[in-house]
């Protein structure tokens, strides 16, 4: 228990540090936008930055049963098709940045603990 006060005490020492001056404020007219309001904003998006397209695959080998060729329609053996693996290569991908901001928020968090 006393070690739960303990910690409590640290994340409200950090909170006094690391508080905004200004209170939040919703940015943009509206914080809950409409389906039109997101498909501009992609829109904008889309003429100001490059897409990136991920790289096809055509081999599997995520598991123990070897390289599985998805070319022609081909199935893994797994039952897994191309268009799966491309969404599970993406998705992994994504989790690898997930993963480098989480452990870039675990160490800014330490250099605060230590202040």
């Known amino acids: 228990m006393a070690e739960l006060k303990e910690i409590n005490k640290k994340l409200e020492e950090i909170y006094h ?35 990136w397209y991920a790289p096809f695959c055509d081999l599997c080998c995520f598991c123990t049963y070897g390289k599985c060729d998805l070319t022609e329609d081909r199935r893994g053996a797994c039952g897994i098709d191309i268009a799966t693996q491309q969404a599970r290569f993406v998705l ?8 480098a901001h989480a452990s870039h928020a675990g160490h800014i968090l330490e250099v605060l603990i230590e202040k």
């Open 17 to 51: 540090k690391i508080k905004a001056e200004i209170q939040w404020e919703p940015i943009g007219h509206t914080p809950m936008p409409e389906i039109a309001d997101l498909r501009n904003w992609d829109m904008k998006l889309l003429q100001t930055y490059k897409p």
């Open 92 to 99: 992994l991908a994504c989790l690898m940045g997930c993963s």
